[in-house]
């Protein structure tokens, strides 16, 4: 059964760096597309960043420069540097897997495997 479980969540000043990782077990083979998403209480859940199985790296345009998605295929791990963290970066941050290739994070139907989350606050 597939598990994705992210760490490396916590509190940051503005400004500041976080960096999340994903580590994925139970599955068989790779995946195509992996992606971080965020949520805010109220909100929609929405794409971070996805990279997909040959490297390409596509961001949110709120992230673009700020942020870096890269994964360790040996490791089975998926990272998410933030740096130069804003307020609104805060967020619950999930990582999310699926089998088949995408170019664009989409929605959340758009994924199969989630993780529980992990929680991302920015003070200024």
């Known amino acids: 059964q597939d598990r994705l479980v992210e760490s490396g969540g916590g509190s940051a000043q503005a400004g500041g760096s976080l960096s999340l990782s994903c580590v994925a077990s139970?599955?068989?083979?790779?995946?195509?597309?992996m992606a971080w998403f965020r949520q805010t209480p109220g909100k929609e859940r929405e794409g971070v960043a996805i990279?997909?199985?040959?490297?390409?790296?596509e961001y949110a345009d709120s992230v673009k420069g700020r942020f870096t998605i890269s994964k360790d295929n040996a490791k089975k791990t998926l990272y998410l540097q933030m740096n130069s963290l804003k307020p609104e970066d805060t967020g619950m941050y999930y990582c999310?897997?699926?089998?088949?290739?995408?170019?664009?994070?989409?929605?959340?139907?758009?994924?199969?495997?989630w993780g529980q989350g992990t929680q991302v606050t920015v003070s200024s």
């Open positions: 990279i997909a199985g040959d490297g390409d790296t």
């Open positions: 999310a897997a699926k089998y088949a290739a995408r170019r664009n994070c989409g929605t959340r139907d758009d994924f199969d495997y």
């Open positions: 139970g599955y068989t083979g790779g995946y195509a597309s």
